[in-house]
DNA sequence: TTCGTAACTGCAGACGATTACAATTAATAA
DNA sequence: TTATTAATTGTAATCGTCTGCAGTTACGAA
């Protein structure tokens, strides 16, 4: 093939007989012009088929009307939907969106923002990977003035907006839900402790067990790596514990989903020998047996606020203070959650 | 926020003392440069955390090093994991990756490709939403000689390079599976007829059909719209088929999935009573009871192919002729299958 | 007849980076 | 000493678009 060239504004200009800078106006259709001169203008350009060329208006005007986004992986149904929801609005909005992954890896955040900035866009929006643990490069940002957004996986000390789930509210709620099924004994399966939505969680399940005036346990708050073998362990040891929980609340519905399949290999009933419940809805979760109950996390009305927040920072609607929108997680009560004990 | 102004290479060419070419040559580490002056700049760039603006780049070398990728829907595991390869590939041979999603709308479709050659693109990866049924956008990418490649949901008569999953053999593959399990009435739901998926794996189905002798019953062909009432209407109508067919063979996991659920809620057991088979293998197929027997489409797979075809390309490395690249797929036997009707 | 004023259009200089070509200097050869 | 050449750096044009300012008409008013 043949490099295919794109007509130019120049080229207008010279079937025309005109400056490039009349087709320019009469294409922004400035008042300022000669209608008639506009008019065939705008019917050359049409017959010639010509688009702007984004790359020379962004320059220009030094404003690309693009926007990046940066998630830990793309084929997780939840940033999915987030990244849906970012594009859509984004589209209404006239911008356009470059994804990136950092595959929960630091490093990768780090080169993905790199990229971003070099490509000139207008803002970023930004869901931090499980890896990161330092935050020199979002500071970097920060001083720089480069507009940006956290959501969902953010970190709290940074002075920029952030949109983020009521993890506490949403454990509260399911660990309620477990606790009004009569449960007492709950535990509840943590990831690495210094993951915020660890921390937050277990923070909701606290609240409630002392809402229903049931001791804290440290022995029934487990901690699993989140990989497969980090699960069944964590599955096998509450099948040894003694007395056996009633229940068991784990932080992300992965994690619920191994603990299940493990226990139904080893012929424990659900929920008739204990209760299951775990966090996020992810589409899995609707369909095992029995289906899961969980906390349902909107995350395309997530990706559409975060950015519409961007944006309104970007048009300067938004205040100069940085916000925090907190977005209320979903109670989705199924089928693995209906085990009642009897209190004594 | 102020603009956060970017250091350019006139900045250090002021600071310096030297001419903006001097600079620009020292980053390039261009060998006719006084590797003092050279090394003075490089130390200078670093300092004051210069970073090339790559629209200027673009503008000026007319390679964006950005591809553009338009998919029916993120959301979709399969997508999601075609675009996971896709970036992954692409930001090791050096590009960015803009990403658009078409709702499966053949005008979001067109907007997309619009918005992308604007943005001037050095390539697009396309795959085409269900209700595109007329190509003239594709024609006029080809005719502007802008370098494109479908996968996945390709038309075939468009002459530029395809990168597909050899649904034939796919579905002949699970067809046979089911043949070889000893059922022969074998239901195969499709979805719109002039899908191409829907037009290869009924090939498949007939072709594996009649190695095993057995003759093609048009009753036995049943059409969804792929909604969950037109899935639903299927799972229905097929229970009240006489001779109730001994297994069905649904073109997609989601078709399978509400068939299965409906089937289950009716009290129809599945593999006893009836055999059921999908196609995508789609996670929740993985874990739904009993666990659906499938066919996998490698995604990630797909994406870097179709990736690494069109990079070669750009390069010009690939033959000028477009080529068809044909993936297979791999079947996956679950529970969901393993039902064996004795033959008289 | 001359001038002011619209009404249009074009010129030229950005935006940031690259690169052919010219210019300068210093060093070597004749 | 002068010509030649290599080494180093600067000048200016370019990519495609936008826009402040200046220039050119034509028109009616004085």
Excluded at 16 to 25: E, K, N, P
Excluded at 173 to 192: A, C, D, T
Excluded at 203 to 227: H, K, Q, W
Excluded at 232 to 237: C, D
Aim: charged share 25%.
């Amino acid at each position: 093939m043949k490099k295919g060239r794109q007509v130019t504004m120049k080229e207008i200009a010279k079937k025309l007989g005109v400056s490039v800078s009349t087709v320019s106006r009469a294409l922004q259709d400035s008042p300022e012009l000669h209608i008639e001169t506009k008019r065939k203008i705008v019917e050359a350009a049409k017959e010639m088929n010509y688009r702007p060329n984004l790359l020379a208006q962004s320059l220009r005007s030094s404003r690309s009307k693009t926007l990046g986004v940066i998630v830990p992986e793309i084929t997780s149904h939840f940033f999915a939907s987030c990244i849906s929801g970012i594009q859509d609005l984004a589209t209404t909005r006239g911008y356009n969106v470059m994804i990136c992954q950092s595959n929960e890896s630091i490093a990768q955040e780090k080169a993905n923002i790199q990229t971003l900035v070099s490509s000139q866009v207008d803002g970023l929006l930004i869901s931090l990977s499980r890896q990161t643990n330092t935050y020199e490069h979002l500071y970097e940002l920060y001083d720089r003035e480069i507009n940006f957004v956290l959501f969902d996986r953010v970190q709290e000390d940074i002075p920029v907006s952030k949109v983020t789930f009521n993890d506490v509210s949403g454990a509260y709620q399911v660990v309620k839900h477990l606790l009004e099924n009569g449960s007492r004994r709950i535990v509840y399966v943590s990831g690495p402790e210094d993951l915020y939505i660890s921390k937050k969680r277990k923070e909701g399940y606290l609240r409630a067990l002392e809402e229903f005036g049931v001791a804290e346990d440290p022995s029934l708050i487990l901690i699993s790596d989140l990989t497969l073998e980090g699960n069944l362990q964590v599955a096998q040891h509450i099948l040894r514990m003694d007395p056996r929980p009633e229940a068991v609340f784990c932080m992300i519905d992965p994690v619920a989903l191994d603990v299940l399949t493990e226990w139904k290999k080893l012929g424990i009933r659900i929920p008739e020998d204990i209760a299951l419940a775990g966090f996020t809805n992810n589409p899995s979760s609707a369909v095992v047996e029995p289906p899961l109950t969980t906390v349902a996390q909107p995350g395309y009305e997530m990706g559409k606020l975060a950015v519409s927040h961007l944006l309104d920072q970007l048009d300067g609607m938004a205040s100069e203070d940085p916000i925090s929108i907190v977005l209320d997680t979903i109670l989705v009560v199924r089928k693995s959650s209906q085990h009642f004990p009897v209190k004594k």
